[in-house]
């Protein structure tokens, strides 16, 4: 891993791209996963991005700046997805259209700016933490958004496969294409708390916030939706504690 900061976020960016790649070329090697692993594995992914908010976002930046930059970060994330869930046109990836209609706007397009939407947080929270100086905390993050990306890249190629945006190969690439804007936002997330020091613990917060509100509205709505919630709390359970055990045996 590279000394500079911005420079470990660019690598961690490309890592877990790369592991949304690896999961969305499942498709091409497997039968296509029932609704229920779908849900299982969703959980899974879920758990692990809900103790990463806490283990290496939130609990670090209370650390460096104390509660009240932490939670005003959480508060404008959650706000800031809020208002991009409901103000921009999209077609979420696993529940359907929401935002205000766009007649015009393709269904193709409003997938992809869903996927955008929803993987944009992750990149943003690996950067934030390796552009803090928090390299623990950021190779931790890291980890846990790689392996929730190798279930969450095999279920967007599933998506795509079902919505019928062609064969398994372009399935493939919709799932690839959809952990795509986690790099740019990895570097941006870096050099912004780099070279804005105080911003880290907002930041942290920000990103926290951002994925915690990605879990509770797509997510975890998803995976309780067609009668495996059991699955998914099981999955979510694992992932959980799959999380909590790097956390600790890594410190």
């Given at each position: 891993?590279?000394?500079?900061p911005?420079?470990?976020?660019?690598?961690?960016?490309?890592?877990?791209?790369?592991?949304?790649?690896?999961?969305?070329l499942?498709?091409?090697?497997?039968?296509?996963?029932?609704?229920?692993?779908?849900?299982?594995?969703?959980?899974?992914?879920?758990?692990?991005?809900?103790?990463?908010?806490?283990?290496?976002?939130?609990?670090?930046?209370i650390?460096?700046?104390?509660?009240?930059?932490?939670?005003?970060?959480?508060?404008?994330?959650?706000?800031?997805?809020?208002?991009?869930?409901?103000?921009?046109?999209?077609?979420?990836?696993?529940?359907g259209?929401?935002?205000?209609?766009?007649?015009?706007?393709?269904?193709?397009?409003?997938?992809?700016?869903?996927?955008t939407?929803?993987?944009?947080?992750?990149?943003?929270?690996?950067?934030v933490?390796?552009g803090?100086?928090?390299?623990?905390?950021?190779?931790?993050?890291?980890?846990?958004?790689?392996a929730?990306?190798?279930?969450?890249?095999?279920?967007?190629a599933?998506?795509?496969?079902a919505?019928?945006f062609?064969?398994?190969?372009?399935?493939?690439?919709?799932?690839?294409?959809?952990?795509?804007?986690?790099l740019?936002?990895?570097?941006?997330?870096?050099?912004?708390?780099?070279?804005?020091?105080?911003?880290?613990?907002?930041?942290?917060?920000?990103?926290?916030?951002?994925m915690?509100?990605?879990?509770?509205d797509?997510?975890v709505?998803?995976?309780?939706?067609?009668?495996?919630?059991?699955?998914?709390?099981?999955?979510?359970?694992?992932?959980?504690?799959?999380?909590?055990?790097?956390?600790?045996?890594?410190?």
């Amino acid at each position: 891993m590279p000394a500079h900061p911005i420079a470990q976020g660019l690598v961690a960016g490309f890592f877990i791209v790369l592991m949304n790649l690896v999961g969305a070329l499942i498709v091409l090697l497997t039968p296509k996963p029932s609704e229920r692993v779908m849900d299982a594995l969703l959980g899974f992914a879920a758990g692990v991005m809900l103790t990463a908010s806490f283990t290496s976002l939130i609990l670090p930046g209370i650390e460096l700046g104390g509660i009240f930059p932490v939670i005003a970060g959480l508060a404008l994330g959650t706000l800031a997805m809020d208002a991009a869930d409901h103000l921009v046109p999209h077609h979420h990836v696993f529940i359907g259209r929401e935002g205000r209609e766009g007649r015009r706007i393709r269904a193709v397009v409003l997938f992809v700016i869903a996927i955008t939407l929803h993987n944009a947080p992750e990149g943003l929270a690996v950067g934030v933490t390796f552009g803090g100086g928090n390299f623990r905390e950021g190779v931790l993050l890291m980890l846990a958004i790689g392996a929730q990306n190798v279930p969450e890249g095999l279920a967007v190629a599933v998506a795509a496969l079902a919505a019928g945006f062609g064969k398994r190969f372009y399935a493939a690439f919709v799932g690839i294409r959809s952990g795509l804007i986690e790099l740019p936002m990895a570097v941006l997330g870096a050099a912004l708390v780099y070279y804005i020091a105080p911003l880290v613990p907002y930041a942290m917060g920000f990103a926290a916030g951002a994925m915690l509100y990605v879990i509770s509205d797509e997510i975890v709505p998803e995976t309780h939706r067609k009668g495996h919630e059991r699955w998914a709390t099981f999955g979510l359970m694992i992932g959980l504690i799959t999380m909590l055990y790097l956390d600790v045996v890594l410190h």
